[in-house]
């Protein structure tokens, strides 16, 4: 079995003060939660105040068999929560790739964000089966497990976006991808995705 994101931050204790930190146990919380089908604006915009908005993505290469996952948490007033990209050994294919990112997001979600969560992709097939009342794909235990991960959150959302407002998840699944490697970083970003951070603070008009 493939470690998650919350187990490595786990296994990375010590690196405590370096932005990695290790998960607390998460607590008994209920959620009620809602699958938005809406296609959303050019710019990448803050969720409602005191809410977390979790963007991720999945980067999948049938050719070589390359996967990484991306995820970003910022809160209404653009900080950095989280940022996280791992790679990924097991996938057969993009739509489950996208799960696994949804999955992972949610997790460190209950892990480090108190409020309710809007998760946001890019990929309207994971929307889709989301709301399906009865999935019988491939990804149907995987979506089970979203759907229970999301119960540890107080309210949550997921929303289908377009590709452009989803673009620094996208370069961390890829970074995960370049550099065969996982890491989760607590209230900063990676180099290569601050100008893209930036630029989300500075929407064009």
């Not at 993009?94 to 964000?113: D, H, M, N, Y």
């Not at 399906?132 to 949550?156: F, H, N, V």
Request: hydrophobic share 40%; with cysteine.
């Amino acid at each position: 079995m493939q470690a998650t994101l919350s187990d490595i931050l786990l296994e990375q204790a010590s690196a405590v003060g370096k932005g990695k930190l290790p998960c607390p146990s998460p607590g008994n919380r209920k959620s009620t939660g809602s699958v938005l089908k809406v296609l959303g604006p050019t710019d990448w915009e803050p969720p409602p105040t005191g809410w977390t908005k979790i963007n991720v993505d999945g980067s999948f290469v049938s050719q070589s068999g390359e996967v990484g996952i991306g995820i970003i948490a910022r809160d209404s007033e653009h900080q950095v929560v989280f940022t996280a990209w791992r790679v990924l050994f097991r996938c057969q294919d993009a739509l489950e790739a996208e799960a696994r990112a949804c999955l992972e997001g949610l997790r460190l979600s209950a892990q480090w964000s108190q409020g309710p969560v809007i998760v946001e992709t890019d990929c309207a097939r994971l929307i889709q089966a989301l709301e399906a009342k009865e999935d019988r794909s491939s990804i149907r235990l995987l979506l089970a497990e979203i759907k229970d991960q999301a119960q540890l959150l107080p309210e949550w959302r997921v929303a289908k976006v377009k590709r452009e407002c989803n673009l620094v998840a996208h370069e961390l699944a890829h970074l995960a991808r370049r550099n065969i490697h996982t890491a989760v970083w607590l209230g900063k970003t990676p180099a290569c995705v601050h100008y893209l951070v930036k630029n989300d603070c500075n929407p064009s008009i």
